[in-house]
């Protein structure tokens, strides 16, 4: 947790002649600008500016923006040459005048962890599990679907041939702070999933973006192709990104549940949002119905058996989304249910995957136009992203 003046005597006296300053799109797409250590000085006091226009932010006639480095968030890059170091930054956005941009994701979860303070006097802990699939290349260096391996669920060497690659990206996510708890192959052909410690949602989101960025790196200098899509394969499991949710007061943790599940269909645009994410849903373990369960994994939200705090599995959203955005909106749905003292419905026990009865159960919108309508329609999506 670096201060500026901390981080710049860092700069100096480790040889750090790079600094990435990354930051994200509406989609959750992660960009960067790298900028040289003389320039940090500059980047912490009045930020580095860009283009805002190129990225979709705004109209060409009022495009410029500024980076402003968050120092808490300093990483060095450990697959870059150790002498001329390089390092990363997250960055919030701002106007030209220094307030804050409105859809600087970071931002809006900031807000929504300070909102959730001041209302309803709860923290807030979140902790991410990302399935991805490793691809071959062809010839030509282009992504195949042909998985790496022909692996099943927690299977060893040499049927899992991802061991040594996950243990690459475990070594790396410690070296930039992250620590990784458990790592194993899914069920799908070349499908892994590797889990970090949960963290405040802001380092959750932070965390999250950094994973996907190490995954891709490193099975690139294997050879290979991480992908993050919801649905690579047809008739094969789908990757998910099940989110575990948490709050300092358990007793709230019935009402957050509620309003979680009353909001979840307007919000699964942002928990979903491509065309190839509602090919995952309602299949192999992917949920398509808005109940909870306790340890149901059929059910959208799941509480699993657990002697530590007990915590809220999500299990709708996928790697596609944008974490801070999606990390914001069910922030603010837990308010919504400890404001206004919602109560959750019964839990649900059957296994929906089997039933061929779904007892009167709504249903996730089934399609990306089918989600889109409801967010459009949704105040709430408006009164939190505007």
Same mark, same amino acid.
């Given at each position: 947790?670096?201060?500026?003046?901390?981080?710049?005597?860092?700069?100096?006296?480790?040889?750090?002649?790079?600094? *990435?300053?990354? /930051?994200?799109?509406?989609?959750?797409?992660?960009?960067?600008?790298?900028?040289? %250590?003389?320039?940090?000085?500059?980047?912490?006091?009045?930020?580095?500016?860009?283009?805002?226009?190129?990225?979709?932010?705004?109209?060409?006639?009022?495009?410029?923006? !500024?980076?402003?480095?968050?120092?808490?968030?300093?990483? =060095?890059?450990?697959?870059?040459?150790?002498?001329?170091? =390089?390092?990363?930054?997250?960055?919030?956005?701002?106007?030209?005048?220094?307030?804050?941009?409105?859809?600087?994701?970071?931002?809006?979860?900031?807000?929504?962890?300070?909102?959730?303070?001041?209302?309803?006097?709860?923290?807030?802990?979140?902790?991410?599990?990302?399935?991805?699939?490793? @691809?071959?290349?062809?010839?030509?260096?282009?992504?195949? *679907?042909?998985? @790496?391996?022909?692996?099943?669920?927690?299977?060893?060497?040499? =049927?899992?041939?991802?061991?040594?690659?996950?243990?690459?990206?475990?070594?790396?996510?410690?070296?930039?702070?992250?620590?990784?708890? %458990?790592?194993?192959?899914?069920?799908?052909?070349?499908?892994?999933?590797?889990?970090?410690?949960?963290?405040?949602?802001?380092?959750? $989101?932070?965390?999250?973006?950094?994973?996907?960025?190490?995954?891709?790196?490193? $099975?690139?200098?294997?050879?290979?192709?991480?992908? !993050?899509?919801?649905?690579?394969?047809?008739?094969?499991?789908?990757?998910?990104?099940?989110?575990?949710?948490?709050?300092?007061?358990?007793?709230?943790?019935?009402?957050?549940? $509620?309003?979680?599940?009353?909001?979840? $269909?307007?919000?699964?645009?942002?928990?979903?949002?491509?065309?190839?994410?509602?090919?995952?849903?309602?299949?192999?373990?992917?949920?398509?119905?808005?109940?909870?369960?306790?340890?149901?994994?059929?059910?959208?939200? *799941?509480?699993?058996?657990?002697?530590?705090?007990?915590?809220?599995?999500?299990?709708?959203?996928?790697?596609?989304?944008?974490?801070?955005?999606?990390?914001?909106?069910?922030?603010?749905?837990?308010?919504?249910?400890?404001?206004?003292?919602?109560?959750?419905?019964?839990?649900?026990?059957?296994?929906?995957?089997?039933?061929?009865?779904?007892?009167?159960?709504?249903?996730?919108?089934?399609?990306?136009?089918?989600? @889109?309508?409801?967010?459009?329609?949704?105040? /709430?999506?408006?009164?939190?992203?505007?």
């Amino acid at each position: 947790m670096y201060t500026e003046k901390e981080v710049l005597d860092f700069i100096q006296e480790e040889d750090v002649k790079f600094i *990435r300053l990354a /930051f994200f799109d509406n989609a959750g797409k992660q960009r960067n600008i790298s900028i040289m %250590a003389s320039q940090l000085e500059r980047a912490f006091n009045d930020g580095i500016s860009f283009d805002a226009s190129a990225v979709g932010f705004e109209e060409a006639n009022k495009s410029d923006l !500024f980076l402003h480095p968050d120092p808490s968030t300093l990483s =060095v890059l450990p697959w870059r040459p150790s002498t001329g170091k =390089v390092v990363r930054m997250f960055c919030n956005i701002k106007n030209p005048d220094g307030t804050p941009y409105k859809k600087c994701c970071r931002t809006l979860l900031q807000n929504a962890i300070k909102k959730a303070k001041e209302e309803c006097n709860i923290t807030i802990n979140i902790g991410a599990e990302i399935e991805f699939y490793l @691809f071959k290349l062809d010839q030509d260096g282009e992504p195949t *679907r042909i998985p @790496f391996d022909r692996g099943s669920y927690m299977d060893l060497a040499p =049927v899992d041939k991802g061991e040594n690659i996950r243990r690459e990206i475990c070594f790396t996510l410690e070296q930039m702070g992250i620590t990784p708890e %458990a790592s194993h192959h899914e069920e799908g052909p070349g499908q892994n999933e590797i889990d970090f410690r949960y963290s405040d949602p802001l380092t959750a $989101a932070d965390n999250t973006a950094t994973f996907k960025w190490i995954v891709r790196t490193k $099975a690139a200098s294997n050879g290979l192709y991480a992908d !993050f899509s919801p649905k690579p394969l047809q008739d094969q499991a789908g990757s998910g990104m099940h989110i575990n949710f948490s709050i300092s007061d358990e007793k709230k943790l019935p009402n957050a549940l $509620a309003g979680i599940l009353s909001h979840i $269909a307007e919000i699964t645009y942002f928990l979903n949002p491509t065309e190839n994410s509602y090919k995952r849903l309602g299949e192999l373990k992917a949920p398509q119905f808005i109940c909870w369960g306790s340890e149901n994994r059929s059910a959208l939200i *799941r509480i699993p058996a657990t002697k530590e705090d007990k915590r809220l599995e999500i299990r709708s959203s996928d790697p596609e989304c944008n974490p801070y955005k999606v990390f914001t909106l069910l922030i603010y749905a837990a308010i919504d249910g400890i404001k206004n003292n919602l109560q959750p419905p019964k839990p649900v026990e059957t296994n929906l995957f089997k039933s061929t009865n779904a007892n009167g159960l709504q249903s996730l919108p089934d399609n990306l136009d089918a989600a @889109f309508d409801l967010a459009e329609k949704s105040s /709430f999506v408006k009164a939190i992203l505007g």
